[in-house]
């Protein structure tokens, strides 16, 4: 049941859960929420005067930006000691805990579980950890979610280690070859005339584009303007190195995202919290023709505010060269041949030539 102000209860035991000690034989929640990344692994200065415990673990929280969680009722009595200067919060939770019982594990990155021995299958035969606590209604995106082929709808995840040794030199060229269900067969980049330039095309299903939804880190990507309408949204724009996967969910989502999701939905998300330089140059070309392929990948990353931000710049050049009709004499020559058995006329027709 859920109690008053942002207080939650959890059967008779009273066990509850805000931001402060909420009573002598509940369970407390201590800290703040940090949006830094691993606070575990970063030294903080500490200034902790010897005092209660249980008053220590609150200026710990609070000093570390871990959430501290621990029965109230086991910290009666026991004094902590002084603990000053830059320490990891695992050296200064030893040393608060030093005269103590108690023993404590850190849940995850952000949260560590203060207990005793006895506190170990007190709850229904197991130690109680970090309450449920089902959050709706929320605007938060789902994107650092990460989608697998066993999810209720399937997913097919391509991840940075495909995009690598596939070679491709933009995503489209990534898409045609590795996503069997894209069934576009030309982008306009290989069109001799196009008005719309070197814009991608993802065709899922063979429903066309209009009909299959990009969408980047969650968010719908919008094309540009074009004659009344707008095209699809341009991967070809995304430098290859800046993508950590891709999430293709290749059957119909009109139910979530609307009609133009009818063929499916190709998610692209980039790299978080990225530190480091990569940067990427590749030349391709053919033994019987001169149609090269030149590419350019580079990207940096660093971290910032201890961890809170990060600043990604990533940046993609490629050029190519036409392979014309004159440098495959043998397609052009099979092609003739497939015409004179099927439908001669249309090589020697006067009013209508080849």
């Known amino acids: ?14 066990m ?13 929640l201590l800290g703040s929420v940090a949006l830094a990344a ?12 010897s005092q209660p415990l249980s008053a220590a673990l609150v200026k710990f929280g609070e000093q570390s930006d871990l959430r501290v969680i621990f029965y109230t009722d086991r910290l009666e009595g026991i004094d902590a000691p002084e603990v000053q200067g830059s320490l990891t919060p695992e050296q200064a939770l030893r040393r608060l805990l030093q005269k103590s019982a108690l ?9 560590v579980s203060i207990f005793a021995a006895e506190d170990v299958g007190r709850t229904e035969g197991t130690r109680q950890g970090i309450p449920e606590v089902l959050v709706s209604g929320s605007r938060i995106l789902n994107m650092d979610v990460v989608r697998t082929r066993d999810d209720a709808q ?5 991840d940075s280690g495909a995009i690598e040794r596939s070679n491709a030199v933009s995503v ?11 069934t576009a067969a030309l982008s306009d980049g290989q069109l001799n005339v196009n008005a719309a330039g070197n814009a991608s095309k993802i065709n899922l299903r063979n429903l066309g584009t209009q009909s299959t939804l990009v969408l980047i880190n969650g968010r719908r990507a919008i094309g540009a303007a074009y004659f009344g309408g707008n095209l699809q949204a341009d991967v070809n724009t995304i430098p290859l190195s800046a993508i950590e996967r891709i999430e293709v969910l290749p059957s119909a989502a009109s139910a979530i995202y609307g009609g133009a999701a009818m063929g499916g939905v190709v998610n692209v998300v980039l790299k978080q919290n990225y530190d480091g330089g990569e940067a990427r140059v590749r030349y391709e070309n053919t033994f019987d023709a001169d149609a090269p392929i030149r590419s350019y990948d580079f990207s940096y990353g660093t971290s910032l505010e201890e961890g809170r931000s990060n600043v990604l710049l990533t940046g993609h050049y ?9 440098d ?3 397609l052009m020559q099979r092609g003739y041949q497939r015409v004179l058995q099927n439908s001669p006329g249309l090589l020697y027709s006067t009013t209508n030539p080849f």
């Open 1 to 14: 049941m859920l109690g008053a102000a942002g207080t939650r209860t959890m059967g008779s035991g009273a």
């Open 16 to 28: 509850k859960v805000m931001q402060s000690v909420v009573s002598a034989t509940g369970f407390a």
């Open 38 to 49: 691993s606070p575990v692994q970063r030294e903080v200065q500490f200034d902790l005067p």
């Open 103 to 111: 023993l404590y594990e850190f849940v995850d990155d952000r949260t």
């Open 154 to 158: 399937p997913y097919q995840i391509l």
């Open 172 to 182: 489209e060229s990534f898409l045609k070859r590795s996503l069997p269900a894209n």
């Open 318 to 326: 490629s050029e190519t060269q036409w392979l014309v009709n004159a």
């Open 328 to 330: 495959r004499p043998e």
